[in-house]
């Protein structure tokens, strides 16, 4: 499968942004799909992922009440709303496919990695 992040760019503070996620190749509906970020000298962090069918979403502490994931399987995108954005919100943001159905924020569940978009927050 190939997935195509993209929707970042340079905002202020406060702040929001629509992440889009593009999948094309294998069956896009029957997995779970997850947001991770890595910020610069960070180690990659799980923002958010979605099961799915799109009915269960699980959300890292640091985005959770700000950030809202979203899929459209007829349309084989998933998308990533962020709200109220801050300066340490900024960070590359990848999409990923999961090998399983249930939304979990482990990058070892990840089979198919997007590539990166850029997120700054900045004023």
Do not use: H
């Not at 960070?42 to 985005?63: C, H, L, P, Q």
């Amino acid at each position: 499968v190939q997935l195509q992040a993209s929707g970042g760019g340079l905002v202020q503070p406060g702040g929001s942004l629509r992440l889009s996620c593009a999948a094309s190749g294998r069956a896009f509906s029957g997995y779970a799909v997850a947001w991770f970020r890595q910020a610069p000298g960070k180690e990659r962090e799980f923002a958010a992922s979605i099961n799915w069918n799109g009915d269960v979403t699980w959300y890292g502490d640091s985005v959770k009440g700000r950030f809202t994931i979203s899929r459209d399987n007829a349309k084989n995108m998933a998308y990533l709303q962020m709200d109220s954005l801050k300066p340490e919100d900024t960070a590359i943001y990848y999409c990923a496919l999961s090998r399983l159905t249930v939304a979990t924020p482990e990058s070892s569940d990840v089979g198919s990695w997007g590539q990166g978009t850029q997120v700054t927050v900045s004023s």
